[in-house]
């Protein structure tokens, strides 16, 4: 990413802080201006009590000069001390302000995007959270001190330089000659560790998420005592890492160390070339002290600047990454503009296949079926069927390779998105939980909802009594509720929503036979007048469906009802009797 480019992106967050901008370099130029006044001011002091010191070895007027002096810098200092304060405010209220908007800017972005983007391994949470912290605090920090360190740098250099020049063309060109060396030692390094930085954030994603499947693991890991495999394998992937950064900064301690000889070039140039002034009667000696503090006022910022060109260059990097998540032009929804205001809920796959892009391989094959408004539609098969990827394609989560979905005789894709989906209520094996109350979790994605609402939905789903009986009721954490307590929880919201279309992907996975059986309740109640499509490895969640389909590596094989399919030798009747078997029924 070029300067123009990454300037370029950054246009539309800088541009509302056009007024503080303009109020920041106003600040920089008046600065820089004062910065050349200490170097002047000595001169001309040293010039005055050089010309005026008498044969007593007294100056006549020192005192009062000298107090002129003092009262000058005083008074220089004062303003410098509040236009630097105003100067780096407006630096930091530019930095606040376009991190707020860089990172509202991507939430808005991405949580847009295809479900697609957000299954892809890459792009975990871990991931893109750090993408996005280190995006736009590197992009943020990159604009705080180009209007809080570049620019006032860069403008006291110039200035400087241009002081110099006109005291002396000759000590001029010494000064600068340093400017190409320090230009061509930066770009220099800057090439070397480009990749560097890059292999560095990838090492650090993949350290972060590593840290994070250990501890979410604890009680494998402990049971299996693996305990040392899994740190000896964080060591070496740190080890690794190390390595990298020491590299890293060995490279950048050896080209400070050029520059640092460059810059002593420099000054020794100037002070030589000055003294030479001096002895031939070409310059008081007021000019000493004026050229190598304005030497001083050129080679500081210049090697400052090298610092910020490496956060600069740094920054880059994580912008790279934060702008390509937020240009996937691949995962921009595929929205349509069609509106169904009533949803009847009648569903119609004809001959649908799909393949995951990572591997392009076919999960679904020409799958064809029938989902009836108001009915129970059960999909059944063994892990791998493609099961999950049929109802991934029936909420819009990812669209067909071939074949199509109709809604009420609607193309899915022609369905606007949100529209299609007010219409649709999710039950999962582990519904999740927001950290927060019952009463918010229950009101999920709702705009206005009463209490009343709030607790009517709760005895829909059996769960109004673990509710009244916890001790701030609705307020109470949803997260110290049981796994069981939460599916219930998960159903209220379902109920509170009231869609037309209902998906329960093993809705009692994970629960003991008790909280089955109280979850089932649930259900049962939540079924009416509804279209429902579950999927479950539990018997007793398809066994009373209206139309059961059979799934096998992509292709249904069989449908029917329970009744129907349980007298015909395949894949279903497979399924019920390992069931049957699995509980020892010829024991009981």
């Known amino acids: ?282 310059a008081n000696v007021g000019a000493i002290t004026l050229h190598i503090l304005l030497f001083s006022n050129i080679a500081a910022p210049i090697k400052h600047i090298h610092k910020i060109y490496d956060e600069y260059q740094e920054a880059i990097t994580y912008a790279t990454s934060f702008f390509k998540n937020l240009e996937a032009s691949e995962f921009f929804p595929n929205d349509g503009d069609t509106v169904i205001p009533s949803l009847v809920g009648n569903i119609v796959v004809d001959d649908l296949s799909f393949a995951y892009v990572k591997d392009g391989k076919n999960v679904l094959n020409h799958v064809s079926m029938k989902i009836e408004a108001g009915k129970t539609t059960a999909i059944v098969g063994l892990s791998g069927a493609g099961k999950t990827t049929l109802i991934n394609l029936l909420l819009k989560f990812y669209h067909p390779s071939s074949g ?45 909802v009463s209490d009343d609402q709030i607790l009517e939905a709760t005895k829909k789903a059996y769960v109004f009594d673990v509710i009244e009986n916890l001790p701030d009721g609705l307020d109470s954490d949803a997260a110290s509720l049981s796994g069981g307590q939460k599916q219930r929880l998960a159903i209220a919201r379902v109920f509170l929503k009231n869609p037309k279309i209902l998906f329960l992907d093993e809705p009692t996975a994970s629960l003991d036979n008790i909280a089955k059986e109280e979850i089932q309740k649930s259900l049962d109640a939540i079924k009416q007048n509804r279209t429902v499509v579950v999927i479950s490895h ?11 389909y059979v799934l096998e590596n992509g292709v249904i094989k069989q449908n029917g009802t329970h009744k129907e399919l349980n007298q015909i030798s395949g894949l279903y009747q497979d399924i019920v009797s390992a069931s049957q078997r699995s509980l020892k029924m010829d024991q009981w």
């Open 404 to 448: 199509t979905i109709q809604v009420d005789g609607v193309a899915i894709d022609q369905l606007k998105t949100a529209n299609y989906r007010e219409h649709i209520g999710v039950v999962l094996q582990n519904n999740h939980i927001f950290p927060g109350s019952i009463r918010e979790n229950i009101s999920y994605g709702l705009a206005s």
């Open 1 to 282: 990413m070029g300067a123009n480019n990454f300037f370029g992106r950054l246009k539309p967050f800088l541009l509302p802080q056009r007024k503080t901008i303009y109020f920041s370099i106003f600040c920089t130029v008046l600065i820089a201006l004062l910065a050349q006044v200490n170097p002047l001011l000595i001169k001309y002091s040293v010039d005055f009590f050089q010309a005026n010191l008498g044969v007593s070895g007294k100056v006549a007027n020192g005192v009062q000069f000298a107090l002129l002096v003092g009262l000058a810098l005083l008074t220089k200092e004062f303003v410098n001390s509040i236009l630097l304060f105003y100067q780096k405010l407006a630096g930091e209220r530019i930095k606040v302000a376009v991190s707020k908007n860089m990172s509202n800017f991507a939430v808005d972005k991405l949580i847009y995007y295809e479900y697609q983007f957000f299954s892809a391994q890459e792009n975990s949470a871990g991931n893109l959270a750090m993408r996005i912290d280190k995006g736009v605090e590197g992009i943020s920090k990159t604009i705080k001190n180009i209007f809080v360190d570049i620019l006032p740098l860069l403008t006291t250099a110039l200035f400087a330089i241009v002081v110099m020049f006109h005291a002396n063309a000759l000590i001029g060109l010494i000064s600068i000659l340093i400017i190409p060396i320090y230009a061509y030692l930066s770009i220099k390094q800057a090439t070397l560790q480009g990749g560097v930085r890059l292999k560095i954030q990838e090492n650090k994603e993949q350290r972060n998420n590593r840290v994070v499947r250990i501890f979410s693991s604890i009680p494998i890991i402990k049971s299996f005592v693996a305990e040392r495999f899994e740190t000896d394998k964080h060591t070496q992937s740190n080890d690794a890492l190390s390595a990298i950064e020491l590299e890293h900064h060995r490279t950048n301690f050896k080209f400070d160390g050029f520059k640092n000889f460059s810059e002593q070039l420099g000054l020794v140039g100037v002070l030589v070339a000055t003294l030479y002034l001096v002895s031939s009667g070409h």
């Open 538 to 548: 539990d018997v007793s969640q398809f066994i009373d469906a209206d139309t059961i």
